[in-house]
Nanobody, 120 residues
Framework: QVQLVESGGGLVQAGGSLRLSCTAS????????MGWYRQAPGKQRELAAT???????NYANSVKGRFTISRDNAKNSVYLQMHSLQPEDTAVYYC??????????????WGQGTQVTVSS
C-alpha cells in the first residue's frame, strides 16, 4: 500500500503565495508522474500541474506563470509553489502519484487533499 501525505495549504490574501508539499511512502518501487489537481466547490476536479519522472512539466493554462511544480525523487516528494494567488484558486488541492509497486501495472494514488483559500 502507498500513502500520500500533503501539507502547506491555508488561508492567504489575493496576491500572496503558498507552497504545497506531498510525500509518498509505503511499497514504492518507483514513481512515474506526480502532480497536483484541484477541486473548487461545485466543480469537477481539474489538473493544476504535473511532472514526469524525468522532470518534464505540464500546467493548466490558468496557472501558467504563477505556479511551479517540482519533485525530489530521493524523497518521493512533489511540491507546488504558488504565487500571485487569486480567489479563483480557492480549492482543495490533491496530490497524485503514478506508482510502480512491483506489480504488473503502475497504480494511481491520491492524497487526502489540502484546502487553499484565497481571500479578496
Amino acid at each position: 500500500q502507498v500513502q500520500l501525505v500533503e501539507s502547506g495549504g491555508g488561508l492567504v490574501q489575493a496576491g500572496g503565495s503558498l507552497r504545497l508539499s506531498c510525500t509518498a511512502s509505503g511499497s514504492i518501487f518507483s514513481i512515474n508522474a506526480m502532480g497536483w489537481y484541484r477541486q473548487a466547490p461545485g466543480k469537477q476536479r481539474e489538473l493544476a500541474a504535473t511532472i514526469a519522472d524525468g522532470g518534464k512539466t505540464n500546467y493548466a493554462n490558468s496557472v501558467k506563470g504563477r505556479f511551479t511544480i517540482s519533485r525530489d525523487n530521493a524523497k518521493n516528494s512533489v511540491y507546488l509553489q504558488m504565487h500571485s494567488l487569486q480567489p479563483e484558486d480557492t480549492a482543495v488541492y490533491y496530490c497524485h502519484a503514478l506508482v510502480n509497486t512491483g506489480s504488473y501495472y503502475p497504480r494511481n494514488y491520491w492524497g487526502q487533499g489540502t484546502q487553499v483559500t484565497v481571500s479578496s
